[in-house]
């Protein structure tokens, strides 16, 4: 599950997932996110409870990085923008071909 020693820690990559997803709401009374609040309510009990499905799910929606020192992306990530990887590596290879044309 996802980790997080302090808020500061939290903030910092809830920049790069909540708020640039569009699970999570930008009004005042639009509610939370369903795995930010999962997260809240039940890492601090469960973090210790490796065969609990509870922790089993928490690990699965915001998984520990590979080196175990941070968090990657939460599982149910959907950019706010619509924007996807492919968009972004299309993007790249429309900017290399009219930069060709032009040269």
Do not use: Q
């Amino acid at each position: 599950m996802g980790y997080f020693p302090n808020m500061t820690a939290y903030e910092c990559w809830a920049v790069d997932n909540c708020n640039k997803c569009a699970h999570w709401s930008t009004s005042e009374d639009g509610g939370g996110c369903p795995v930010d609040d999962a997260h809240m309510s039940y890492s601090y009990e469960l973090c210790n409870e490796t065969d609990h499905p509870g922790n089993v799910i928490l690990d699965l929606l915001i998984p520990v990085s590979k080196d175990g020192l941070g968090n990657e992306r939460c599982a149910m990530f959907k950019d706010r923008r619509g924007v996807t990887e492919k968009h972004l590596r299309d993007w790249e290879k429309y900017k290399a071909i009219m930069a060709e044309a032009a040269a």
